[in-house]
């Protein structure tokens, strides 16, 4: 029911920054969590980063920290995806998606890490990092 609109996507040096964003339907938006996902050729679904509905909480995968930065603007009905530093081994397709459970409490064995605790997904934006 909920759609996703991605943007952002493009080709960029190494060293660069690209930002994404993720603009979804009102209010059904702002009570859940979001996650971001990439998925390079030959290779796994891989998590991202996810943040809460008010963005009390937020969680990276190790080899984002200290690069990527997940923020939301309820008001606007947008995640977005701050990246910095980007590196060719972060060339993927990026896609959103939306948490299935209702103001998830803070996790604490890491369940969003796994795509099927999200339902709706964005179409994907391409990354591609080139040296």
């Known amino acids: 029911q909920v759609q996703l609109v991605e943007s952002g996507g493009g080709l960029v040096q190494a060293g660069g920054s690209l930002r994404l964003s993720c603009a979804a339907s009102?209010?059904?938006?702002?009570?859940?969590?979001m996650g971001w996902f990439r998925q390079a050729p030959g290779k796994e679904r891989e998590f991202v980063a996810a943040i809460s509905w008010n963005g009390g909480w937020l969680y990276y995968a190790d080899s984002m920290k200290g690069r990527f930065t997940i923020s939301r603007d309820n008001a606007k009905n947008t995640v977005y995806l701050q990246m910095n530093s980007l590196k060719p081994e972060d060339t993927a397709v990026y896609r959103c998606?939306?948490?299935?459970?209702?103001?998830?409490?803070?996790?604490?064995?890491?369940?969003?890490?796994?795509?099927?605790?999200?339902?709706?997904w964005g179409q994907g934006t391409q990354v591609t990092v080139s040296s």
């Open positions: 998606a939306v948490d299935r459970r209702y103001k998830r409490s803070m996790p604490t064995n890491s369940e969003l890490l796994r795509p099927n605790e999200y339902d709706y």
């Open positions: 009102e209010r059904t938006f702002s009570n859940y969590a």
